[in-house]
């Protein structure tokens, strides 16, 4: 789910400030490791709703995440990072900011719903990731995003296991080039910001398109090996009947004996029947509760739910991604901002004090 949304709500432009603050938690004797955080990705592509969105999770939040497609259509028709970023994200960025929101940023290069495939915007204009000038426009907006928004975190490819496994070789030897040039990039430019690509968990057990045998994400290590951070993409529930049916070293045995740190930066349970996954509010909650054992197993540092609405899909431009549907209800409110079982769950844990 991912890139789609994000483009439409960063996209927005927010020409109101409006008040809010965190409500005052107890301090119960749990902590947790993990820094919790939300996409300003709204239920209608309203900027009203992008606001009212941040105004609410803001108070149950410490990170703010962009995960998005690269304005390729912009970028390769001339128009500079810098200008782009001056209308798309600067002022979004600062009001996130001023609810005291640290920014973590994911540069997704293929179509995040559909991981066989070039980006959208790529695809319409008959472009590759795979070209080199097309690798160039991605270092230089990476530049000029840590440049102007100085990102905490930094994402240079989502779910880069998914991608092998279903993209044609070429795409995915193109991901591999542009995201460690744009890490070098970075570094050399002595940017700050702790630099990850992201790996999709199903896909490394094998119970996501695979033969239920666990595969592992060796090759991701060596194929990207700028990582300072893991990345960890998961939707259990296309997987397992219940939340208690994870196993206890879901996340742990992807690191296969590193200390590397790892951040949870997409992923979710739907509250309702998504395809052929049979599921409920109370089923979502409890996975919430069952999700922090297994962020408490590997010590996460961090733990990004893409949607804190669900997304009213009548509102949104059409037609709409065929297997979009399967993500829309990952909310922890309704798409009036009503909150389910899952919100109180996921206030429980952000009562826990930070331990960094």
């Given at each position: 789910?991912?890139?789609?949304?994000?483009?439409?709500?960063?996209?927005?432009?927010?020409?109101?400030?409006?008040?809010?603050?965190?409500?005052?938690?107890?301090?119960?004797?749990?902590?947790?490791?993990?820094?919790?955080?939300?996409?300003?990705?709204?239920?209608?592509?309203?900027?009203?709703?992008?606001?009212?969105?941040?105004?609410?999770?803001?108070?149950?939040?410490?990170?703010?995440?962009?995960?998005?497609?690269?304005?390729?259509?912009?970028?390769?028709?001339?128009?500079?990072?810098?200008?782009?970023?001056?209308?798309?994200?600067?002022?979004?960025?600062?009001?996130?900011?001023?609810?005291?929101?640290?920014?973590?940023?994911?540069?997704?290069?293929?179509?995040?719903?559909?991981?066989?495939?070039?980006?959208?915007?790529?695809?319409?204009?008959?472009?590759?990731?795979?070209?080199?000038?097309?690798?160039?426009?991605?270092?230089?907006?990476?530049?000029?995003?840590?440049?102007?928004?100085?990102?905490?975190?930094?994402?240079?490819?989502?779910?880069?296991?998914?991608?092998?496994?279903?993209?044609?070789?070429?795409?995915?030897?193109?991901?591999?080039?542009?995201?460690?040039?744009?890490?070098?990039?970075?570094?050399?430019?002595?940017?700050?910001?702790?630099?990850?690509?992201?790996?999709?968990?199903?896909?490394?057990?094998?119970?996501?398109?695979?033969?239920?045998?666990?595969?592992?994400?060796?090759?991701?290590?060596?194929?990207?090996?700028?990582?300072?951070?893991?990345?960890?993409?998961?939707?259990?529930?296309?997987?397992?009947?219940?939340?208690?049916?994870?196993?206890?070293?879901?996340?742990?045995?992807?690191?296969?004996?590193r200390t590397l740190p790892v951040m949870v930066v997409e992923g979710g349970w739907t509250s309702a029947t998504a395809g052929s996954v049979q599921s409920t509010p109370a089923l979502q909650a409890r996975?919430?509760?069952?999700?922090?054992?297994?962020?408490?197993?590997?010590?996460?540092?961090?733990?990004?739910?893409?949607?804190?609405?669900?997304?009213?899909?009548?509102?949104?431009?059409?037609?709409?991604?065929?297997?979009?549907?399967?993500?829309?209800?990952?909310?922890?409110?309704?798409?009036?901002?009503?909150?389910?079982?899952?919100?109180?769950?996921?206030?429980?844990?952000?009562?826990?004090?930070?331990?960094?």
């Amino acid at each position: 789910m991912r890139s789609t949304l994000g483009a439409i709500a960063v996209a927005l432009v927010l020409t109101a400030a409006a008040c809010g603050g965190g409500d005052d938690q107890s301090s119960p004797t749990a902590t947790r490791t993990w820094a919790m955080g939300f996409t300003p990705i709204p239920p209608r592509p309203t900027t009203a709703a992008v606001i009212q969105g941040i105004d609410l999770w803001s108070q149950r939040a410490e990170y703010a995440a962009i995960h998005e497609e690269i304005p390729w259509t912009d970028l390769l028709a001339g128009m500079s990072p810098d200008a782009i970023l001056d209308r798309d994200k600067v002022q979004l960025v600062d009001y996130m900011r001023s609810k005291g929101l640290q920014l973590y940023f994911m540069a997704d290069l293929t179509d995040g719903l559909s991981r066989g495939e070039e980006a959208p915007q790529l695809r319409a204009l008959n472009r590759s990731i795979a070209e080199p000038a097309v690798q160039q426009a991605l270092r230089s907006y990476l530049l000029a995003v840590d440049r102007k928004l100085r990102p905490e975190i930094i994402g240079l490819a989502a779910e880069t296991n998914l991608i092998r496994a279903a993209a044609p070789p070429a795409v995915y030897a193109g991901v591999v080039t542009a995201a460690n040039a744009a890490a070098a990039d970075l570094l050399a430019a002595g940017s700050s910001a702790t630099l990850l690509f992201s790996v999709q968990v199903e896909t490394a057990w094998g119970v996501l398109g695979g033969s239920g045998n666990y595969v592992g994400v060796e090759q991701d290590f060596t194929d990207f090996p700028f990582v300072q951070m893991l990345g960890l993409s998961s939707y259990p529930y296309f997987a397992f009947a219940q939340p208690e049916d994870i196993p206890d070293n879901y996340y742990s045995r992807l690191l296969n004996g590193r200390t590397l740190p790892v951040m949870v930066v997409e992923g979710g349970w739907t509250s309702a029947t998504a395809g052929s996954v049979q599921s409920t509010p109370a089923l979502q909650a409890r996975y919430i509760t069952r999700h922090a054992q297994l962020l408490d197993a590997v010590g996460a540092r961090g733990l990004i739910q893409l949607l804190f609405a669900d997304l009213d899909l009548a509102s949104f431009p059409q037609p709409i991604p065929p297997n979009l549907p399967l993500f829309v209800n990952i909310g922890l409110t309704d798409s009036d901002f009503n909150g389910k079982p899952a919100l109180a769950a996921w206030d429980a844990l952000h009562a826990r004090p930070l331990k960094r």
